[in-house]
């Protein structure tokens, strides 16, 4: 079955990177886009990247663009966003979801989460 | 990119109630419209795609309808277990696929 399985929970410091992977299986990983969604506590879901195995192409939200990289590792169907210069508000859980859809696109498998608080 | 608003934010219902939860783009999305239910410290989980198709395993209570910029998430019957937060999703703008605020149900 598919499985979407993140990392552990983070404390960081403000200004401290960190890394969060999403181990992906039960499914042939190259033929799915992976999505990266954050969600601050008692806010909504905040759209923040992708990464594209087809081409091996990422694409982040412009919010995120020069703090936040994508990486893949095939040979281990992981993904792994890293995120630095952390602020007090990147305190969130931060979800992978994959995407599937011929004609509409759906995030139809989410990881756990992986709760990141940043904290001095 | 494009800008998805959810209304209301909140609302109070009972066991039974029909409930109407409204979805607006900022521009045409046609029919490229995903709703979603969240339960408290659990992942989101896909209800409708397309504006209107029923995802496998979803009760057929749930409805979706809409398209260009006006979209409605209907539950026609309110069971204890539909008691969540419910986002609009758009998937027209590839690769930003963004959401709406949420729509938190109540007792």
């Known amino acids: 079955q598919v499985q979407l399985v993140q990392s552990g929970a983070e404390v960081k410091k403000p200004w401290a990177s960190v890394r969060i992977s999403c181990k992906a299986s039960g499914y042939t990983f190259a033929r799915y886009r992976m999505h990266w969604v954050r969600q601050a506590p008692g806010q909504g879901l905040e759209w923040m990247g992708i990464?594209?195995?087809?081409?091996?192409?990422?694409s982040l939200a412009q919010k995120f663009q020069g703090r936040a990289t994508l990486t893949w590792d095939t040979s281990t169907s992981t993904v792994v966003l890293t995120l630095s210069s952390l602020r007090s508000d990147d305190t969130a859980m931060y979800y992978c979801a994959r995407v599937d859809g011929l004609v509409y696109a759906v995030f139809d498998y989410w990881g756990q989460g992986t709760l990141v608080i940043v904290s001095s | 990119d494009i800008q998805m608003t959810q209304s209301p934010s909140s609302l109070s219902a009972s066991v039974g109630d029909r409930l109407t939860i409204s979805c607006r783009a900022s521009q045409s999305i046609t029919s490229y419209l995903n709703w979603y239910q969240q339960k408290s410290g659990k992942a989101p989980k896909l209800l409708i795609y397309g504006a209107s198709t029923l995802q496998s395993g979803v009760p057929s209570r749930f409805s979706g309808s809409g398209s260009g910029t006006d979209f409605t998430l209907t539950i026609s019957e309110l069971q204890p277990e539909d008691f969540a937060t419910y986002y609009c999703q758009q998937t027209y703008s590839t690769p930003a696929f963004t959401f709406g605020g949420g729509t938190k149900v109540e007792i």
């Open positions: 990464f594209n195995p087809s081409d091996n192409s990422t």
